[in-house]
């Protein structure tokens, strides 16, 4: 869980790129099962995003972080329906889940059409990479870092980046 949320204290500096104002709250929707047959997931995906922000300081890039949670209950239409409250209501920056494969078809084409970066810990069908606004944290510590490296260098002209 810690390579997760420093992965996505990354992300959200290189989509931010550091043009809004400092004071402003990065937003990080947490978006997995907290009722239903899989809450055990999310009730222990909780804890441990905010015990790795808290060792942050709640803060990335001078900026405070804000940790909206949100509940998919591992259904594909709950799914949908939070991702949109996390994206418009809240403006969300970046988001962790869905860590299931029904939640997460139901909102990367929503996620990728609003530009919303998601991080996964777990595999998907490739239906779900299909979508490009998704970062799989499976594999070597290599194989994550690599691909956001070459964007933030390329697309964004950045020579240098710091993850906690």
């Known amino acids: ?5 420093g992965v996505v204290l990354l992300v959200v500096v290189l989509v931010s790129g550091g ?3 400092a004071q402003e709250p990065i937003r990080i929707g947490l ?13 222990a995906a909780k804890p441990a995003v905010e015990f790795r922000l808290e060792e942050a300081g709640w803060k990335v890039a001078g900026r405070p972080i804000k940790l909206i949670v949100a509940d998919s209950a591992a259904q594909p239409a709950m799914a949908l329906d939070q991702g949109k409250k996390l994206v418009e209501h809240d403006k ?6 869905p860590f299931v494969s029904g939640p997460r078809l139901a909102v990367e084409p929503y996620f ?12 998907h069908t490739p239906a779900a990479k299909k979508f ?18 070459l964007y933030a ?8 980046a710091t993850t906690l």
């Not at 899989?38 to 009730?43: K, M, N």
């Not at 990728?112 to 595999?123: M, V, Y």
């Open 31 to 43: 978006l997995v099962p907290l009722t239903g047959g899989l809450a055990e997931f999310g009730i």
């Open 132 to 149: 490009g606004w998704t970062i799989f944290l499976r594999g070597t510590f290599f194989q994550v870092p690599y691909p956001l490296g």
């Open 92 to 97: 969300v920056h970046v988001v962790i889940g």
């Open 19 to 21: 043009t809004a104002l």
């Open 112 to 123: 990728a059409q609003n530009r919303i970066p998601s991080l996964t810990l777990t595999n």
């Open 1 to 5: 869980m810690k390579a997760l949320v």
């Open 153 to 160: 260098s390329e697309q964004l002209g950045l020579k240098s």
